[in-house]
């Protein structure tokens, strides 16, 4: 008779895989009507844009040098005056407008810019091409942030000068509190300084959704206007995520193209309430969620630290969407630092590097563990398996190994497990004890255990410790919380064999309600 199946753990809602699709992921389709056209086309139209973009260039980038000679970008620097100014908002400003036009842009822009003083900073979103700096031009070369590797790219870098960004460095551990730092500087100078141009969703996505904003723009607690960007084409060729055509494809296609239409929106500005004042985030949420009805589109979780988990995954020769969780709602939940979350990846990598899909079956989670398919493992795995589909994605695996096994690796768990081994009570497991267990209790038969054993078996002594067991079950959550699977799974059996008469006689009776709460882990996830 095969044994019960035990109450799974009920899903909280916020857990539960998100409605939105990957916002990271832009899959064109292109059929060879659509590639033989772009051929016909290109023939004539990338060998004269090319042209006409380098002449651009090389009007462009003598007029940057004149307007950025001997001007400091760091320091007490103040903003450009008088002709540099001059040249920066109206020689720079056409050139720019003239040199997406060479690529065959089309520019429609409503609504209404503000003026620094009305709105200091400007909130541009969904950004999801390297195109978009187009808004830059349309909105009079407003001053951006920037990575200071950004300034040593050849030609583009000594345009970029021309904006004074607020430079970033990853080098520099104090680079963040200074970028915040002079982001409020600017924008409650009054007017003092050009406006600041942000993109608050800090990395590129295919225009689905509204992914989390960063704060940055919103500290400063001061009027934001958001200003909306939507390439209302018939095929796109300009959406650059992290998973879809390189850039230098993006760009021929583009090329390749009769004209490219770019919408830009300025909406009225947003001003901050006293409470939105004192939180970024409920500041930025609500210029957020104003973006998305504007737009028509969802908002989302979704975050950077996203895009680095994909990242991670590839790099993993894992397919990239096993990174992808929510990890701003995930990490609050769980209390997950980065770190911690990249190195969970990497253990489902291990499990899953085989895995077409990035999705473990129960079959490769037992051949992971070394152990055959059972009855607790067949629990444990179900316990993981939060939608029921017979597999587990990195999201259910991230989820079951932060709640389900790190807190039932306790010191007292961890012991009772130790002492199902340790037959003769001397404190070590051997080799036989070892062996003996996982055939009797967990159906271990023809597997050979040597080299799980000497996986624990970190000192190589020939026996187990418990402080070595304890390091392992910390390394490999799965086997503690297997056994105190297996434990549960031995004391439901035994309640539902025995008569009522057995259970009164062992001196209470037992409650179906305090049976569950055995056999389910109460934290709340």
Not at 205 to 221: D, H, V
Not at 391 to 401: C, L, M, N
Not at 466 to 475: I, S, Y
């Amino acid at each position: 008779m095969p044994t019960p199946r035990v109450s799974a753990l009920p899903r909280q809602q916020s857990l539960l895989l998100p409605a939105v699709i990957n916002p990271f992921v832009q899959d064109t389709k292109l059929s060879r009507a659509t590639i033989l056209r772009c051929v016909l086309i290109g023939i004539v139209l990338v060998p004269l844009r090319a042209i006409l973009v380098s002449l651009v260039l090389m009007v462009t980038w003598p007029v940057s040098v004149i307007i950025t000679f001997k001007y400091p970008l760091k320091g007490a620097v103040e903003p450009m005056t008088g002709w540099r100014r001059f040249l920066c908002q109206n020689v720079m400003g056409a050139l720019g407008r003239l040199y997406y036009f060479s690529m065959g842009f089309r520019v429609v822009v409503k609504g209404r810019q503000a003026s620094s003083s009305e709105a200091p900073i400007l909130a541009v979103a969904p950004h999801s091409t390297f195109f978009d700096g187009i808004v830059c031009i349309m909105a009079g070369l407003p001053s951006t942030v920037s990575r200071v590797e950004n300034l040593a790219t050849p030609i583009f870098g000594r345009f970029v000068r021309c904006l004074q960004p607020v430079l970033v460095s990853r080098r520099d551990p104090d680079s963040r509190k200074n970028t915040i730092k002079e982001i409020e500087n600017r924008a409650k100078s009054g007017g003092h300084w050009p406006q600041l141009l942000i993109f608050p969703e800090g990395t590129c996505t295919n225009r689905s959704c509204l992914i989390t904003f960063k704060q940055g723009a919103f500290i400063p607690g001061v009027a934001v206007q958001p200003v909306l960007l939507r390439y209302p084409n018939k095929m796109d060729t300009v959406t650059w995520t992290w998973q879809g055509f390189g850039s230098s494809t993006l760009l021929l296609l583009t090329l390749c193209q009769p004209y490219t239409t770019v919408e830009i929106e300025f909406l009225p500005p947003c001003v901050p309430t006293e409470e939105e004042k004192k939180s970024a985030t409920l500041f930025a949420s609500k210029v957020r969620d104003v973006m998305a009805r504007a737009l028509g589109v969802p908002v989302t979780d979704h975050t950077y630290e996203d895009c680095r988990l994909m990242i991670s995954a590839g790099e993993l020769t894992l397919p990239m969407e096993a990174g992808l969780v929510e990890f701003t709602k995930i990490s609050r939940k769980l209390n997950l630092k980065w770190d911690n979350l990249k190195k969970e990846l990497e253990g489902f990598a291990n499990i899953a590097r085989s895995c077409k899909g990035g999705r473990i079956t129960i079959e490769e989670f037992a051949e992971f563990l070394q152990l055959p398919l059972n009855p607790a493992l067949e629990e444990l795995f179900a316990l993981f398996d939060r939608n029921g589909d017979g597999t587990v994605d990195f999201r259910e695996y991230v989820i079951g190994v932060t709640i389900l096994c790190r807190p039932a690796n306790t010191e007292d768990v961890l012991r009772m497990a130790f002492q199902l081994f340790d037959t003769d009570e001397d404190e070590k497991i051997t080799h036989e004890e070892f062996t003996s267990l996982l055939r009797s209790a967990l159906g271990v038969s023809s597997l050979n255990m040597t080299k799980l054993f000497k996986e624990i078996d970190a000192d190589a002594s020939g026996f187990i410790t418990f402080n070595e067991f304890q390091a392992f079950a910390l390394t490999h959550p799965e086997y503690a919380k297997l056994f105190t699977t297996y434990l549960e799974l031995q004391r439901y059996q035994a309640i539902q064999e025995a008569s009522p008469g057995e259970l009164e006689l062992s001196g209470h009776s037992v409650s179906q309600d305090e049976m569950e709460s055995s056999t389910s882990d109460k934290k709340d996830d």
